[in-house]
């Protein structure tokens, strides 16, 4: 009796594919017992043993390729986004704009061992703006740079030293804004500072009411001046989360931001020098119109707190409170910012940002804004909130609301609309007569990998 071919495959891979493995005389002598017995053909041997010879083969092959690949590759984590944007603006007696815009970063981070690690990333858009990787489509389909975003390393000292892992850290280079904050009134999300800042954590804990105590140092080098002292900015920040009972948390932070020599930095650049910068802080000209330096400094004295509930409204929805606040010491006059908001929804916490990671998920927010003149350098804060002919983000408020739906998974969908006035329309632009709201909004898909 011959077996069928799906016996016969039954019966080898079962059988004859096994004990080659054992050894290949064995394999014979099984091989000649089921063709004596009538039960394969030697088609059907020669077949089943070429097959398994195969398998064998791509298995060992697909081993080999494994070891081959080096081990640094394990240490290594690519991660991005792409974002499109659909933006418009809206106010009386002005033409109403539409425009589409672009913003891709794509980066690698490597953690060589859990006291050394680095990364880098590259992003779209204009190489001499600071606070936007957004680039604007259009401009009959020419192709968009691309320029280096973030460069660093980071060193967190552990068993080599006899230190509690996690317990300090410094990062050098350029990187993103690792100070704490619940808004971008001091900082824009997308400034990549350069230079180095430490972190320090004092106490950590699962229980209690104290859950931990952070302490962030800054020295950021904001121009390189060959014949002089560089501009630069060095802060000091402190951070506690509190845990209220089982159903919010706290956080809670203090900071100071000192920048130094900015007069030369708004001499060289402001004058034509970047013509991507923006400004709405007061400054001082010469008899030409040129300008020489600010109206004032820039020590930034700021504090902000976020609470988060579980369930605040009993439907089931967490939401929470935040808030900002930054008082420029150096300036007699225009000197404060804050904002505040609220949100709900499944982040459960950052509900400025609200990222979301699984579908269906969602979220949104309002935030209220208000930054007088001189209240932070207008060079690097939120670059979304300038008015009109004035160019910048200071001496202006704003009421924000932003939605948030996870259309998929690591798909986010944004809409968001500010209505945005200036404080002082006497100290600005001509253009601000009348002081019209303008209407800016945005529609986001963002994807993140």
């Known amino acids: 009796m011959i077996l069928g071919k799906g016996c016969v495959r039954a019966v080898l891979g079962a059988g004859v594919g096994l004990v080659l493995l054992a ?191 952070k302490v962030n140092a800054f020295q950021w080098v904001v121009d390189e001046v060959s014949a002089g002292s560089d501009p630069y900015m060095a802060g000091g920040q402190i951070l506690a989360d509190t845990a209220l009972g089982s159903t919010a948390n706290m956080n809670v932070s203090l900071a100071d931001f000192s920048f130094q020599g900015m007069n030369g930095v708004a001499a060289k650049y402001l004058n034509g020098g970047n013509t991507a910068l923006v400004n709405s802080n007061d400054v001082v000209k010469d008899s030409t119109g040129k300008i020489i330096g600010y109206k004032s400094g820039f020590n930034l004295l700021q504090g902000g707190t976020a609470v988060n509930f579980s369930d605040p409204i009993g439907a089931g929805i967490p939401g929470g409170v935040y808030g900002d606040v930054v008082y420029n010491t150096q300036a007699d006059s225009r000197n404060v910012g804050f904002y505040a908001g609220v949100g709900f929804g499944s982040a459960g916490k950052d509900y400025y940002h609200d990222g979301l990671k699984k579908a269906g998920q969602w979220g949104t927010s309002y935030t209220f804004a208000w930054v007088e003149k001189d209240a932070v350098p207008s060079l690097f804060s939120y670059s979304d909130i300038d008015y009109l002919g004035q160019h910048g983000s200071t001496n202006v408020q704003a009421h924000i609301l932003r939605v948030d739906y996870e259309l998929f998974d690591h798909l986010e969908l944004t809409a968001k609309g500010e209505l945005i006035n200036a404080l002082d329309r006497g100290i600005s632009n001509a253009s601000l007569a009348g002081n019209p709201t303008l209407l800016r909004t945005q529609v986001d898909a963002v994807l993140s990998f």
Do not use: C, M
Not at 119 to 148: E, M, V
Not at 158 to 164: D, E, I
Not at 182 to 200: H, M, W, Y
């Open 23 to 213: 050894g290949s005389a064995h394999a014979k002598d099984l091989g000649e017992i089921l063709l004596e017995k009538g039960l394969i053909t030697r088609q059907d041997l020669e077949q089943a043993r070429q097959e398994e010879k195969q398998k064998t083969a791509a298995a060992e092959a697909r081993q080999g390729a494994a070891t081959k690949l080096p081990d640094w590759l394990d240490h290594i984590t690519p991660f991005g986004d792409i974002r499109t944007r659909w933006e418009g603006f809206y106010a009386n007696d002005l033409h109403a704009r539409n425009r589409f815009r672009v913003r891709a970063r794509v980066g690698l981070k490597a953690k060589i061992t859990d006291e050394v690690g680095g990364g880098l990333r590259l992003a779209t858009g204009d190489l001499n703006d600071p606070i936007s990787t957004n680039q604007t489509l259009g401009q009959t389909f020419t192709r968009k740079p691309i320029n280096l975003d973030q460069a660093y390393l980071t060193i967190a000292p552990g068993k080599t030293f006899n230190l509690r892992p996690g317990v300090f850290s410094v990062t050098a280079g350029k990187f993103g804004v690792n100070a704490y904050r619940n808004s971008e009134l001091v900082f824009d999300d997308d400034l990549s500072p350069e230079g180095a800042t430490e972190v320090l954590a004092l106490y950590d804990s699962n229980e209690g009411f104290l859950r931990s105590i």
